[in-house]
């Protein structure tokens, strides 16, 4: 596998690959440095032979997702012997200079990868992303930016997890926790709210509601909530930066599986209207045959 296959997918983001550094034009090595062979060390701009970085986005003008690539000619940043940095300019496959929705679009998004190895200069360095980064220009969005607004708030607080922001992240990640108690509490009737019509406090909010609806992780649940006070603490603000990222995962493992929850609940109202449809197109909606 080549290093454009691991920056492209995020899933595949980490391991082996093949040698990015051509070794019939540099060195490490100050004997063997001549006229056919350049030395390079930390700090070094050099070409590298990675393949073809491909990454999807949403445009907003055409309205529907696009693959940017990369220039096959790519440079890198040596850092040290254990890091690069790359800086690219990703172009959509679709631009056709002269078409009207490519003129209002744009084609190009800069990217920033930050990758670390066990050694760069290997045969076949184990590699990882450290960061990605892009600048993304009016008219185009990530795609998780054009999902449900939760997915979309749960994929910001990763970004800022991984920038070590861990306000920012938990802000993010308290966002989804709220709103989505609120939203379900009130679908379901769950008497969330005072007299005056403030909001009660929200662990009585979210203890009221997974008694209605089952929306927290039993993990969570058990032990009168103990594990989500702890967390949900983290969450409003008490708690300094070190102790947020730190907490940062199983604070992200309770919104994740709360947010599952609530989608199986959509699917079993989902599942149970359309067999009542069924059973009222056949007759079997007061669970017998109808007579005639």
Not at 38 to 49: K, M, N, P, R, T
Not at 242 to 258: C, F, H, Q, S
Request: aromatic letters at 8%; a negative charge.
């Amino acid at each position: 596998m080549r290093l454009s296959s691991r920056l492209s997918d995020k899933s595949k983001n980490t391991g082996e690959i093949e040698s990015f550094i051509d070794l019939e034009r540099y060195t490490v090595s100050p004997e063997e440095e001549s006229e056919d062979l350049q030395l390079i060390s930390a700090g070094d701009f050099i070409e590298i032979q990675i393949g073809t970085i491909m990454q999807p986005f949403y445009s907003t003008v055409c309205r529907d997702s696009v693959s940017f690539v990369s220039p096959l000619k790519l440079h890198c940043l040596i850092i040290n012997k254990s890091m690069i940095s790359i800086d690219c300019e990703l172009q959509c496959m679709d631009y056709v200079e002269g078409n009207p929705s490519c003129k209002n679009c744009n084609h190009s998004v800069q990217a920033w990868f930050l990758v670390g190895a066990d050694d760069i200069f290997a045969p076949f360095p184990n590699v990882y992303v450290i960061k990605q980064n892009f600048k993304l220009p009016e008219n185009i969005k990530l795609p998780v930016e054009t999902e449900d607004k939760f997915t979309e708030w749960l994929a910001k607080a990763e970004i800022a997890h991984k920038e070590r922001l861990g306000a920012g992240a938990i802000i993010y990640l308290r966002s989804i926790l709220e709103q989505i108690t609120i939203e379900v509490g009130d679908s379901a009737g769950v008497e969330i709210r005072k007299r005056n019509g403030s909001m009660k406090p929200f662990d009585q909010v979210i203890a009221a509601v997974d008694k209605e609806c089952s929306i927290v992780p039993v993990i969570y649940s058990d032990n009168g909530y103990a594990i989500f006070r702890r967390l949900s603490n983290i969450a409003h603000g008490n708690a300094d930066e070190e102790t947020a990222l730190r907490e940062y995962d199983p604070l992200r493992r309770l919104v994740v599986g709360i947010m599952d929850n609530v989608k199986k609940k959509e699917e079993e109202i989902k599942n149970n209207a359309e067999l009542k449809k069924a059973l009222d197109s056949i007759g079997f909606s007061n669970g017998g045959e109808q007579s005639e």
